[in-house]
């Protein structure tokens, strides 16, 4: 239950906007300046914030960004490390998974990615209280839905 205090100084918010951007990539044209500018944010503090979080991801690595505009036109952002889909697709090396999950394979992948990409997700505000093999078990199911196979270890 909150205190009076917390109740008294929450502002007010206008919208809660979510967006994908390339880390290190915000800029203040589209997709970016029109999301934000409805609201009078400022634009350019929201890029080099943005930019200055994401600069250990490499270029263009696709960021989902939550950004809460407030009432008074100040704004708090959250960034989340790219999808899994994104870092299978990058795992395999493939540009889109199977037309046919199911039925037609597209790649296979080892555990050790699996486990890998786990480690990564884990840092994730939505997923820091969920074990690694809770996780690993959800990006299995995510690849078997592209397509992806997921071996005990890669023969060649």
């Known amino acids: 239950m909150s205190t009076l205090k917390e109740i008294l100084t929450r502002r007010p918010v206008a919208a809660t906007i979510r967006l994908t951007v390339p880390a290190g990539g915000a800029r203040p044209a589209p997709p970016v ?4 500018g409805q609201y009078r ?5 929201f890029c ?13 690595t696709p960021m989902a960004v939550t950004i809460t505009a407030f009432k008074d036109n100040t704004f708090e952002f959250t960034v989340k490390s790219p999808s899994v889909t994104w870092y299978l697709k990058k795992a395999a090396g493939v540009e889109s998974g199977s037309s046919r999950p199911g039925h037609v394979i597209a790649t296979t992948l080892s555990v050790r990615h699996i486990y890998e990409i786990a480690k990564i997700k884990q840092s994730d505000p939505y997923c820091q209280y969920m074990s690694l093999e809770s996780i690993s078990k959800s990006i299995i199911g995510t690849a078997n839905t592209m397509g992806i196979k997921v071996v005990k270890d890669l023969e060649f």
């Open 48 to 60: 080099k914030d943005f930019n200055a979080r994401t600069q250990k991801y490499k270029p263009d």
């Open 41 to 45: 944010l400022n634009l350019m503090a």
């Open 33 to 36: 300046g029109p999301a934000l």
